[in-house]
């Protein structure tokens, strides 16, 4: 079944261009789990084919992925936690990530909703406790906004560089997100080690704050 979604969202973004990179992309970023990596690197290798333009892939995708995260924040913010919980799963949103998601919020902030953006995982599940805690929506909309835009220039940047040397990858979606995976291990990488500094910043910044106030 993943295997006949993956082709058909391969093809989209074949046939329709600039709207299906902007339509899976905004499904990335709710709850439907369309890998990016199906969607920004084959747009990439389109591109240099001169079907499209790199710029113009970076920012469909960058588009759909806002669009896809202000619904998903407006719709957590309307529904509310106990809904969500309580029916989430049904959606593919078990308790477990939604609360992993929320911790996050609660923990790094507005600078935590940018990082996820470039995370697995958390990535697509942000939106929902940042609609849930109330955040405001304008800096909401501005770190999302930039956080998906590194994400869909990184991976529309790897498309090109992987796919301009291995072609044969357009023909198997399975293949290209195995290798834009590995080829990305140390980005991810490096992105967590910012959310780790930053962590231990904040944690200083609270126990100095904590000290004071109780002196």
Excluded at 17 to 29: D, H, N, P, R
Excluded at 64 to 93: E, M, N
């Amino acid at each position: 079944m993943l295997h006949e979604w993956m082709r058909i969202w391969f093809s989209w973004v074949e046939n329709w261009g600039y709207t299906g990179v902007f339509v899976l992309m905004a499904m990335e970023s709710s709850i439907i789990p369309v890998p990016s990596e199906v969607v920004m690197p084959p747009a990439a290798f389109w591109a240099a084919q001169g079907k499209m333009s790199f710029s113009g892939v970076v920012l469909a995708g960058t588009l759909g992925s806002y669009f896809g995260s202000a619904i998903s924040y407006w719709i957590s913010q309307w529904l509310g936690l106990p809904l969500l919980k309580r029916y989430g799963k049904y959606v593919l949103l078990p308790e477990d990530k939604l609360e992993l998601a929320q911790d996050w919020v609660l923990k790094f902030g507005m600078p935590g909703i940018f990082v996820a953006r470039l995370l697995p995982v958390v990535r697509h599940l942000i939106s929902i406790p940042a609609g849930i805690l109330r955040m405001p929506f304008g800096k909401f909309s501005l770190v999302t906004t930039v956080g998906a835009g590194l994400w869909c220039w990184v991976l529309a940047w790897f498309g090109q560089e992987v796919i301009g040397n291995r072609p044969e990858l357009i023909e198997s979606p399975e293949a290209m997100v195995a290798v834009m995976k590995d080829k990305l291990h140390w980005f991810v990488a490096a992105v967590l080690a910012m959310a780790v500094l930053y962590g231990i910043v904040l944690w200083f910044k609270t126990s100095a704050r904590r000290k004071k106030a109780a002196a």
